[in-house]
């Protein structure tokens, strides 16, 4: 393999390793957030508890998290050097946002969220979470920003020639508010916070299935699931408005999203299937007429297909565009049918004596983390051949410096020290959830606490 497609696996997988820890520390901190809040309403100790023992978990993945981020810009340096040059004033301006406005805030109050239990009053401490959580939150709104300045340039002048050309900002705010960045941050922030409440109801639903901490596992599930279940319901709106950005400003990625050839037609909407590049077809199973109706509300509007582009300004994979995206629209459909299904289990009070549905909660949990990854990877794939659209092919950025023989050798480096890494984040994850909370249950029937109170009586 030449150096562009090795730099892109790189990139790719160390991406992808990343983007496994924020959407679950953006989603377990408003969970946190909601549990401490109910912790200040009711008084009732099992929500300290619970929001202590999530606490420890949030620590663990920001760790990771902030560790495996910084390779990354590493990497842009590295493999990438025309590209950051060409961006440099563009990301340069986000990341430094990012590091005044958003992880200063969150690091700044994690030590009194980790270690204030005892030093500071309940309210300053639910005033730390609250701040963590936000900073994690406006930590993703910049490196969005930057990644949907990439696929949406607004705000920008090109200075220089040739290899020295390079973008610089005109409207700071033009860039900020590119046309893709204010849909994508809320599709972002939405997966994220079905990641990270699903990470929640998997540990409840856990509990629940071998009967240990079961006040506890009730209410954390509850908390967790009214997160899960609005999100889902909401992400499909914000989806479909997503789609709407990319029909307007970025044509070539919808036509591969949606397998769609013919240069200007009315289109099918497939559910699944296979896209033919070499044939330019697509075969699978579709509704007659449904992303016409879809991006135009009508049957009668045309949408661009592959074939109006030239060749060599399409998506250079379509079909892996295709499958990561209907990967992610599937997903997204099965938790929207899963929340339903849970709320009304929920209200007729049945859920938690429904093994079989507990399970099937506990395994869920991989699925929002697949949706993650594979919702990016069909942006990622669907902009290319560009790195900036438009403006910058992948195969002008790479630097010219750098080998093949040398892109292998850090790949296959950073292959055996992340598979350790994820290892070892299994296996602390295990550890603190077998551990579980400092108190079995905190009703006022609790066994365990009358056999205390008989004692001290």
Avoid at 193 to 207: N, W
Avoid at 341 to 366: H, I
């Amino acid at each position: 393999m030449n150096v562009e497609v090795l730099s892109r696996i790189q990139f790719a997988f160390t991406i992808a390793f990343h983007y496994i820890y924020p959407p679950l520390s953006i989603g377990l901190g408003l969970v946190m957030v909601l549990m401490e809040g109910m912790y200040l309403k009711t008084g009732q100790k099992v929500y300290e508890d619970m929001t202590k023992f999530y606490t420890k978990i949030f620590a663990l993945i920001f760790g990771i998290g902030v560790a495996t981020g910084i390779v990354m810009e590493f990497e842009f340096g590295t493999n990438w050097a025309v590209y950051s040059k060409y961006v440099g004033d563009i990301f340069g301006s986000a990341l430094a946002a990012e590091g005044i406005f958003a992880f200063a805030l969150e690091s700044g109050f994690l030590g009194i969220l980790l270690f204030g239990w005892n030093k500071v009053s309940p309210r300053v401490h639910f005033f730390s979470t609250v701040m963590v959580t936000l900073g994690s939150m406006f930590s993703a709104i910049w490196i969005v920003v930057a990644n949907s300045w990439q696929q949406t340039p607004a705000g920008y002048h090109i200075v220089g020639e040739g290899t020295n050309a390079r973008a610089e900002i005109t409207d700071f705010w033009a860039m900020v508010f590119n046309p893709s960045s204010v849909e994508r941050i809320l599709h972002v922030w939405t997966g994220a916070f079905i990641a990270g409440a699903f990470l929640v109801v998997s540990i409840s639903a856990y509990y629940l299935i071998r009967k240990k901490h079961v006040d506890f596992a009730q209410k954390s599930f509850r908390i967790a699931f009214y997160v899960v279940a609005i999100s889902s319901v909401v992400q499909l709106f914000i989806g479909h408005r997503s789609a709407e950005v990319v029909a307007e400003y970025q044509p070539a990625k919808l036509a591969a999203m949606e397998g769609h050839f013919d240069s200007l037609a009315v289109a099918d909407m497939y559910l699944f299937g296979y896209v033919d590049k070499k044939n330019e077809k697509t075969h699978g199973l579709s509704i007659p007429k449904g992303l016409t109706m879809m991006m135009h509300q009508d049957l009668t509007t045309p949408v661009r297909g592959l074939k109006s582009f030239k060749p060599e300004d399409r998506p250079t994979s379509p079909n892996i565009v295709f499958q990561t995206y209907h990967i992610m629209i599937s997903i997204g459909m099965f938790l929207i049918a899963l929340s339903i299904f849970g709320t009304y289990m929920l209200w007729k009070k049945k859920l938690f004596d429904q093994p079989w549905l507990l399970q099937v909660f506990a395994w869920s949990v991989l699925l929002p983390q697949i949706a993650n990854q594979v919702g990016w990877y069909a942006a990622e794939t669907g902009r290319q051949p560009w790195v900036v659209y438009g403006l910058l092919r992948t195969s002008d950025a790479l630097s010219k410096a750098v080998t093949a023989e040398q892109v292998m050798f850090s790949l296959i480096m950073f292959t055996v020290i992340y598979t350790l890494l994820f290892a070892l984040f299994i296996y602390l994850l295990n550890k603190k959830i077998k551990h579980g909370p400092y108190y079995e249950d905190h009703s006022e029937h609790s066994p365990k606490l009358k056999t205390i109170a008989d004692n001290i009586q």
